[in-house]
């Protein structure tokens, strides 16, 4: 008797066809081994919000009871293998109120299996990853986070690289001929596609983890209300008012205090603070209430609420006033308003560090024209995800900006 168990969590809307055509390729690579399987999604992700964490499970069994009796719980509890299909995801998923942070590979049985698709290598994904009481192993998949949307999907190989991964990791389970036979005979129906699954068998590779190694952090997490505390009937408390900062010079806006949001952000902006004209666009649609009104009458985005939606980018008139930068190459929360004022030259540098980082690193949440992704497949190397086309990104349009 054996079986399989995977999660592939992403994001929200941006990696759901992504998610769902990796579930429903292993369930047809188990069936080309003579195994039984079942592809769904978390009841809990649904309906499914921009960019928040959510999760796929496949499970597959070598007999019908037994996948029967893996189908009679809610969701699994214990895995052995995790797919991450965005590398930021490895700071921690946060997916509704209450629920606390939680580690990436919280699931994962002793000697589980954590696949990530990233450019990053193990050491700088592990300053993320939060440690585990047991040893597993983490395997990187190199390229880029691929998303698209809800009603397209992008065609760069990611589900088809992440089955043949997976031929690897559970070889006793999916064989890689399996894998390339229900590649060959579903929809995808390509060569091409065959070969992009056997190029990732071949060429993964295994970092074993120990229990000493990741991220030292505690992950945060929230006291649930007990039902004495709860109020009566159906209610929702208004957002209160928030609070005057430094002596009334400043203003933070009253948060939700048991959802952090920023789990849901695979890019921040990051803000040339000398460039602001302080018109107060970014500070009135931002959609989360993210600025604190600082007492020079500047706007600092708060990275414990950003959800990264770029809004903030595509408003500021100014060019390069605010950027929007990869959240993998962050490693706190930390105000950036607090950091310019404390030294101006060496935030500077820093605010140049990062933006110059951003034409490796460039991201976007998907589909903004029709012929995008071709244009994007035919201009670069597809495991790479192609040449990123920057037309259109919110912010990217310096010549739409006015000052
Ligand atoms: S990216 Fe900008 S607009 Fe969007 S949530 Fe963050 S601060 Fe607000
Ligand atoms: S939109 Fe740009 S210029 Fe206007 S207040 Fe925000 S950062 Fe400053």
Known sequence: MAHLICEVVYRGIFQKNLASRITRGIVLSARKSGRRGIAFGRYGDSPQRNGIPAKDYAIVADSQEELEQHMARYEPKELHVTICVD????????????????????????????LVTSTQPAADLLKDIHRKDSAYNLWILPGKASFSGLWVYKEDHTEVRVL????????????????CQAIREAEWGSELKVESARRAYERIE???????????????????????????????????????????????PERNGVFKKFTTRTMRPVIDFDACVKCTLCWLQCPD????????????????????????????????????????????????????RKDKDAYRVWLAAKIQD???????????YRGQYEEE??????????????????GENAEAKVL
């Open 87 to 114: 590398d930021t995801l490895c700071k921690g998923v946060e997916s509704w109120a209450w629920y606390g942070l939680q580690p990436i590979n919280r699931l994962l049985l002793p000697d589980g299996h954590l």
């Open 164 to 179: 043949g991964a997976l031929a690897k990791i559970a070889s006793g389970i999916l064989s890689l001929d399996a894998v």
């Open 206 to 252: 295994r970092r074993p983890v120990r229990i000493t190694e990741g991220n030292p952090d505690t992950p945060y997490s929230f006291e649930m209300p007990r039902w004495w505390e709860m109020r009566e009937g159906v209610s929702i408390p208004s957002i209160p008012v928030g609070k005057p900062i430094e002596g009334g010079k400043g203003y933070r």
């Open 289 to 340: 209430s993210c600025f604190d009104v600082m007492p020079d009458g500047l706007y600092d985005a708060n990275m414990e609420a950003c959800c990264g939606c770029g809004v903030c980018e595509a408003v500021c008139p100014v060019d390069n006033c605010i950027t929007m930068v990869n959240e993998a190459v962050f490693e706190d929360n930390a105000s950036q308003w607090q950091a310019w």
């Open 358 to 368: 951003r034409p490796q690193v460039v991201r976007s949440h998907g589909f903004r």
């Open 377 to 394: 497949l035919a201009g670069g190397p597809l495991e790479m995800g192609g040449r990123p086309v920057t037309a259109g990104i919110p």
